[in-house]
């Protein structure tokens, strides 16, 4: 997406950049923002004095927190019914059954994690709520998420400005580093998940039949001495 963030952060403002991040962290709605990529372009601007670093401190990492702490509500409003909720413009279920499988495997440390995975970050305070996750140990697990995410990231953005001259020619790729990086669990998820159909996909564009079992599986069947599968 040809976005300028820059141009984006300085039209909208402080407000606006609150509540971009308020948005990503627990409105449904709000998973196809660049939180990552906003945050740091915020502390890049602020070591150029255009952003004071000191407000963005003391809004962001709340507005993150509030925006978990809304979705975590909705979720326990709505309870498991949201799960076999139709998708529409701004809902996809599958992003939601995504950010519930994490949180299983993941239990509480979801909060944290999720922050820094794009798209999963939005709905797994939803689920949270909707499995009725104890809520104080919700909002330990939520600061904890919002400091290190909307703090570090801002920070990070700010020394990077402070620290490298000319940093405003690579920053674009520093922010696909980043995006990448934050994207690389739901990738592996991914793949993981599909790696079967992706292969056999590979396999009927070169024209060959697709293998019973893709390269790296290790897949056996118990077989009796004949060598015929057991039923």
């Known amino acids: 997406m040809d976005l300028d963030l820059v141009k984006l952060i300085e039209t909208v403002g402080y407000i606006g950049l609150i ?12 998973f196809f923002l660049p939180g990552d990529s906003l945050l740091l ?10 952003l004071k670093l000191w407000i963005l401190l003391v809004t962001l990492a709340p507005a993150a927190i509030l925006g978990d ?23 996809r279920r599958k992003n939601l059954l995504a950010a519930k499988a994490f949180y299983e495997k993941h239990g509480g440390k979801t909060i944290v994690l999720a922050r820094f995975m794009p798209f999963i ?20 697990w939520n600061m904890a998420g919002g400091l290190l ?5 801002t920070l990070a953005g700010y020394y990077l400005g402070e620290s490298i001259p000319g940093i405003d020619r690579y920053f674009l790729v520093i922010i696909a580093v980043v995006i990448f990086i934050s994207a690389l669990p739901s990738m592996i998820h991914v793949w993981k ?16 039949a697709p293998a019973s079992t893709p390269p790296g599986d290790d897949q056996t069947t118990d077989r009796p001495a004949g060598g015929t599968p057991l039923a």
Do not use: Q
């Open 69 to 91: 702490n809304v979705g975590y509500w909705f979720g326990k409003k709505v309870g498991p019914p949201i799960f076999s909720r139709d998708n529409s413009l701004f809902f």
């Open 121 to 140: 970050r939005t709905f797994a305070p939803i689920v949270a709520g909707a499995v009725e996750m104890k809520y104080s140990w919700f909002v330990l």
């Open 19 to 30: 509540a971009f991040i308020f948005a990503e962290s627990g409105l449904f709605f709000g």
């Open 41 to 50: 372009t915020a502390g890049l601007l602020a070591s150029h004095g255009d």
């Open 149 to 153: 995410w909307a703090t570090g990231l």
């Open 193 to 208: 998940e599909y790696r079967h159909e992706a292969w056999a996909f590979v396999l009927r564009r070169l024209g060959r």
